[in-house]
C-alpha cells in the first residue's frame, strides 16, 4: 500500500512564506510522479492549484509555486494572505493509479 | 466553461451498490481527457477511486478495485461510478471530475453529492 505523506499541520504569519512537502513511501518524488496541488476551504470543493511538479492554472495565485526539494514535492506560498488558511493536498501519479496526501491544514495567524 | 455535475442516490443501504452518474457540460467526453471520481469521508481527506480515457481505458485504486466499476455512456455525455458491497466506511462526499491529457491536471470539478451508507 503506497502511502503519501504531508505535514498534518503548519502555521504561518500574514505576508510570511511557507513551504508544504508531499513525500512517497516508495522513494523520492520526482517529476514522473506528475504532482498535483490542490487547495480546499471548509464547505468547499477542492480547487486545482498546480500540476506536473510546478505547472500553475490560469486561476493560481502568483504567490503559489510548486517545485521539488529533497526528494519530495513542494507548494511554496509566498506573501501569505488571510485567505490562504486552507487544507491542502498532494497528489502523485504511480503508472496506473494516483494518490492523494493526507493534506496539511495551514493555519495563517 | 466546463462543468460537471454528479447525481444519484444520497443514501445506500449497507452490503448494497452505490450509483452515481456525472454529466459533463462544456466539453465533449469523446475528446482526448479522463473522466475520475475522487472521495471524501466526512472531517477526511480526499481518495482517488479511479477514472476512465474517453476510449473506456479504465485505472482503479487497488483497494476499492474489486468493488469499483467505471463507465461512460458517449450519447448522454455523462460517466459513472459503480461501487459494490459497500459498508459505512464508504459514506463520502463524491466529486467527478475532468482530468486533462498529458498530466496537464485536474482543473474541473463537480460540486460534489453526499452518499450515506446506512
Known amino acids: 500500500q503506497t502511502v503519501v505523506t504531508q505535514e498534518p499541520s503548519l502555521t504561518v504569519s500574514p505576508g510570511g512564506t511557507v513551504t508544504l512537502t508531499c513525500a512517497s513511501s516508495?522513494?523520492?518524488?520526482?517529476?514522473?510522479?506528475?504532482p498535483n496541488w490542490f487547495q480546499q476551504k471548509p464547505g468547499q470543493t477542492p480547487r486545482a492549484l498546480v500540476y506536473?511538479?510546478?505547472n500553475k492554472h490560469s486561476w493560481t495565485p502568483a504567490r503559489f509555486s510548486g517545485s521539488l526539494l529533497g526528494g519530495k514535492a513542494a507548494l511554496t506560498l509566498s506573501n501569505v494572505q488571510p485567505e490562504d488558511e486552507a487544507a491542502y493536498y498532494c497528489?502523485?501519479?504511480?503508472?496506473?493509479?494516483?494518490?492523494f496526501g493526507g493534506g496539511t491544514k495551514l493555519t495563517v495567524l | 466553461q466546463v462543468q460537471l455535475q454528479e447525481s444519484g442516490p444520497g443514501l445506500v443501504k449497507p452490503s448494497g451498490t452505490l450509483s452515481l452518474t456525472c454529466t459533463v457540460c462544456?466539453?465533449?467526453?469523446?475528446?482526448?481527457?479522463?473522466w475520475s471520481w475522487v472521495r471524501q469521508p466526512p472531517g477526511r481527506g480526499l481518495e482517488w477511486i479511479g477514472e476512465?480515457?474517453?476510449?473506456?481505458?479504465?485505472k482503479y485504486n487497488p483497494s476499492l478495485k474489486s468493488r469499483v466499476t467505471i463507465s461512460i455512456d458517449k450519447s448522454k455525455n455523462q460517466f459513472s461510478l459503480r461501487l459494490t458491497s459497500v459498508t459505512a466506511a464508504d459514506t463520502a462526499v463524491y466529486y467527478c471530475?475532468?482530468?486533462?491529457?498529458?498530466?496537464?491536471?485536474?482543473?474541473?470539478w463537480g460540486q460534489g453529492t453526499l452518499v450515506t451508507v446506512s
Open positions: 462544456g466539453d465533449s467526453i469523446t475528446y482526448d481527457n479522463w
Open positions: 516508495t522513494g523520492a518524488v520526482t517529476s514522473d510522479y506528475s
Open positions: 506536473s511538479t510546478s
Open positions: 476512465i480515457s474517453h476510449g473506456g481505458t479504465t
Open positions: 497528489l502523485l501519479y504511480y503508472g496506473d493509479s494516483w494518490v
Open positions: 471530475v475532468r482530468v486533462l491529457t498529458a498530466f496537464q491536471g485536474f482543473p474541473n
